[in-house]
C-alpha cells in the first residue's frame, strides 16, 4: 500500500479550508432537513439574546438600591424577577432548538456514513486493493461523526456570536469609546488564535494520518491473530504498533505545547482587556471632575453592567478560542474522507440500457478477444493478461487451469467486470459488440456472478450470511437457501433447516474449518449466481476432499443447468466433468477445447498433467506412507 493511500490529506481538500467549508457541506447534506436546521438556529439565537437583558436587569437592581436605598427593595425586585423570568424565557428557546439541532445532526450523520459507504461500494476494486480497509473505515467513521457534531456544535457557535457581538454593543450602548477599544481588543486576540489554530490544523492532519496508520496496523494484527500466534509474531506486531503509537505522538506534542500557549495569550491578554475596559469606563466617568461641577457620582449598577458585559466578551474570547480549537479539528476529521470523495468512480459512469440489459438466459455467447489488462500496481511492465482470446458457450463447462500466477484469477476477476481491461473487443449473440472496455464491464457486471477465491464470511448467523448476496433480479428468497445448503453440501454438517440457518458463524467464520467455510460461502455463491448467464468460479473447492469437491461440482452443475460455468481448478481428477479446458500460461490463453483434445495437440496441456500426476503420485505415496 502507498503512503498516499494512507495520507489524509488530498491537495484538492488542503487548499480548502475556512469556516465555509464546514457550512457548505451542513447545508448540502441537510437538505430536505433545512427547515428543522434554520428553525433551530432561529431559536438558539433567540435564547442568547433573551439571556443579554440579564446583566442590564442585575445593572438596574444595584442602581436602584444605590440611588433609593431601603426604599428602592421593590423595585429592586422587580428587576431581578426580570432575571429570573429572561433566564427561564431563554429555556423556552434553548431546549426546543437543541432538540431540533441535535436531530438533524444525527440525521447529517447517518447520510454521510451512507453516502461515503455506497460511493465506497461504487469504487473499483482495484481503488479497494490499493486502500487499507482498516484506513477507509477510520475515514468513513471519522468524517461522518465530525460534520454531525458539527452540527451539534451549531448553539455553542451561535450562542459564542451573540455573546461576543451582543456585550461589544451593549459596551457601545453604555459608552461608545469603552465599545470601539472592545473591538480594537478583541480583534488583536482573535487575530492571535487565528495564527496558533492554522499550526495546530496542519498538526491535526498529520496527526489523522498517524493515526490511521496505527489503526490499520492494530486491524492487521487482530484480524490475522492466528498468524501472530502462530508465527510468533507478537513481539514484532507490538513494536510495529508502538512505533505507529509514537507517530501519533510526535504532532501531538507539538500541539500541546501550541495549545499551552494559545490559551497562555488568550487567558492573559482577555483579562487584561476586561480589566482595561472596566478602568476606562470609570476613567471616562468621572474625569470631567472639577470644583465647580464637583465629584461625579459613579453609579455601581452601571460599573456592573459594564464589568458584566466585558467579562462575558473576555469569556467570548476564550469560548472562541475553544470552539476554533474544535472547529479545527472536524474541519480536519470531515476532510479525511475527502480521499473516497474525490476518487474516481468509472463503474456504473456511462450506463448504456442497451449494454446492461441482462441476456437471454438460455443462448447467450460470449467471443473475448484480445483481451489486455494491467494492475494498477503491477510489479512488471507485462500487462497480467496479455492478449487473452476465448469463446464461451452457454450450458457449457469449462475448466481454468494454469501455473500459478498464470492470471486465471485476475481473468475471471475480469470476466466479471470487477477489473476494467486497458483493452478487450467481445462479440456476444444477444447484443451488440463491445469495444469500449468500461461498457464490457458494465456488461459483464450485469450478466455475470463470480464466486471469489477467498472465502469471505461475516459475524452473523448462516441465514444472515447467506441473505448477503443478491441476483440481479433482487435478493434471493428465504425458501431457496436450504437448496443451496444441499447444493454446497453444507448440510453435510449444518441440517438444512431453520435451526441450522440459525447457526452462528463468528469473525471470518472461525468456528468453521477451512472447508467448511468455503462451502458456506459457495452456497452464497450459487444464490447469486441463479440468474446469471455467465458463473465463474475462483477455485472454489481448494479446501475440500477429493470425494466431496466431485460431489459440489456435480451439485453446482445440476442447480445451473443453462448456465455457461468457468471454474478455476488445481486438481485435474476434476478434468473429465468439464467440457473444455481453458488453459493460461503467463497471462495468456495458449489452448482451448475438450481435455481429449487438448492432451493430443498442447504442449501446454500435457506438461500441466503431467506435473499433476506427479504432485498426485507424491501425495499418495505420502499418504501411503502414513497409514503403514
Ligand atoms: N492486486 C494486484 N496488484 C498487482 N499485481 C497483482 C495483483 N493481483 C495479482 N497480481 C499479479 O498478477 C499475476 C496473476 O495473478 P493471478 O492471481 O491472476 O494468478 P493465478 O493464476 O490466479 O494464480 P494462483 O493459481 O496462484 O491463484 C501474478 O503475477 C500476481 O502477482
Redesign the pocket.
Known amino acids: 500500500m502507498s503512503e498516499s493511500s494512507i495520507s489524509g490529506m488530498p491537495a484538492a481538500a488542503a487548499k480548502r479550508g475556512g469556516v465555509f467549508y464546514l457550512y457548505k457541506h451542513l447545508w448540502e447534506q441537510s437538505h430536505g432537513r433545512r427547515a428543522h436546521l434554520m428553525g433551530a438556529v432561529v431559536l438558539l439565537l433567540t435564547a442568547q439574546c433573551v439571556l443579554l437583558s440579564v446583566p442590564y436587569f442585575a445593572g438596574r437592581a444595584i442602581n436602584v438600591l444605590q440611588a433609593s436605598g431601603a426604599s428602592g427593595i421593590g423595585q429592586a425586585g422587580v428587576w431581578l424577577a426580570l432575571v429570573v423570568v429572561a433566564t427561564a424565557l431563554s429555556w423556552v428557546f434553548h431546549g426546543p432548538g437543541r432538540l431540533l439541532e441535535r436531530n438533524v445532526a444525527l440525521e447529517i450523520r447517518r447520510r454521510i456514513s451512507g453516502g461515503l459507504l455506497q460511493r465506497l461500494l461504487s469504487l473499483p476494486l ?1 481503488w479497494h ?2 486502500n487499507h480497509s482498516g484506513v477507509t473505515a477510520h475515514r468513513l467513521q471519522q468524517s461522518s461523526s465530525a460534520l454531525s457534531s458539527f452540527t451539534q456544535s451549531q448553539f455553542i457557535y451561535l450562542s459564542s456570536a451573540v455573546r461576543l457581538v451582543g456585550p461589544i454593543v451593549a459596551l457601545w450602548l453604555l459608552q461608545p469609546y469603552v465599545g470601539l477599544s472592545a473591538i480594537v481588543g478583541f480583534v488583536l486576540i482573535c487575530v492571535s488564535v487565528i495564527g496558533f489554530d492554522r499550526a495546530m490544523i496542519r498538526l491535526a492532519h498529520r496527526e489523522n494520518d498517524a493515526e490511521r496508520r496505527y489503526s490499520a496496523a492494530l486491524l492487521d494484527a487482530l484480524g490475522n491473530i492466528t498468524s501472530v500466534f502462530a508465527l510468533r509474531q507478537a513481539r514484532a506486531i507490538t513494536d510495529l504498533i508502538q512505533r505507529r503509537l509514537e507517530a501519533i505522538f510526535a504532532p501531538m506534542r507539538r500541539s500541546i505545547v501550541l495549545n499551552e500557549a494559545k490559551w497562555c495569550t488568550v487567558d492573559i491578554c482577555s483579562k487584561v482587556l476586561s480589566c482595561s475596559l472596566v478602568a476606562l469606563f470609570a476613567w471616562l466617568a468621572v474625569r470631567h471632575t472639577d470644583a465647580s461641577v464637583g465629584q461625579k457620582t459613579l453609579m455601581l449598577g452601571s460599573l456592573y453592567m459594564v464589568w458584566e458585559y466585558a467579562s462575558q466578551a473576555a469569556g467570548v474570547i476564550s469560548t472562541f478560542a475553544s470552539n476554533f480549537q474544535n472547529f479545527a479539528r472536524q474541519h480536519a476529521d470531515y476532510g479525511s474522507a475527502d480521499t473516497i470523495r474525490e476518487a474516481p468512480v468509472k463503474a456504473g459512469d456511462t450506463l448504456d440500457p442497451e449494454v446492461l440489459r441482462p441476456s437471454s438466459p438460455d443462448s447467450e455467447y460470449y467471443m473475448v478477444r484480445d483481451l489486455v489488462f494491467s ?6 511492465e507485462r500487462p ?2 496479455n492478449g487473452v482470446s476465448l469463446s464461451l458457450q452457454q450450458g457449457r463447462r469449462y475448466a481454468l487451469i ?12 475480469v470476466l466479471a467486470g470487477l477489473y476494467e481491461a486497458d483493452r478487450v473487443a467481445i462479440d456476444r449473440r444477444n447484443g451488440p459488440a463491445l469495444v469500449a472496455p468500461s461498457a464490457a464491464a458494465q456488461m459483464f457486471r450485469a450478466n455475470v456472478t463470480l464466486v471469489p ?1 477467498d472465502a469471505e464470511v461475516l459475524e452473523g448467523t448462516l441465514a444472515e450470511n447467506l441473505a448477503l448476496c443478491a441476483t440481479h433480479a433482487g435478493a434471493p428468497a428465504d425458501a431457496q437457501y436450504s437448496e443451496a445448503m444441499n447444493t454446497a453440501c453444507v448440510s453435510d454438517f449444518i441440517p438444512a433447516d431453520a435451526n441450522g440457518l440459525n447457526t452462528a458463524v463468528v469473525e471470518r467464520g472461525a468456528n468453521w474449518s477451512g472447508g467448511q467455510r468455503a462451502r458456506i460461502a459457495l452456497a452464497r455463491g450459487v444464490l447469486a449466481a441463479a440468474d446469471s448467464n455467465l458463473v465463474l468460479f ?2 472454489p473447492t481448494a479446501a475440500l476432499d477429493s470425494r466431496t469437491e466431485a460431489r459440489v461440482y456435480d451439485n453446482i452443475f445440476a442447480a445451473l443447468p443453462n448456465s455457461c460455468i468457468v471454474s ?1 481448478i ?1 486438481r485435474l481428477h476434476l478434468l473429465d466433468r468439464f467440457d473444455e479446458v481453458i488453459v ?1 500460461h503467463e ?1 495468456r490463453v495458449v489452448a482451448q477445447g475438450p481435455a481429449a483434445l487438448l492432451a493430443a495437440t498442447s504442449p501446454d496441456f500435457r506438461q500441466l498433467l503431467a506435473m499433476y500426476r506427479q504432485e498426485d503420485r507424491a501425495a499418495q505415496s505420502q499418504d501411503d506412507s502414513a497409514a503403514a
Open positions: 482495484s486493493e490499493t494492475h494498477p500496481g503491477a510489479r512488471t497480467t493478461l494454469g501455473g500459478s500466477g498464470s492470471g486465471k484469477s485476475t481473468l475471471l476477476r477465491q475462483d477455485e478455476s488445481h493460461m497471462g
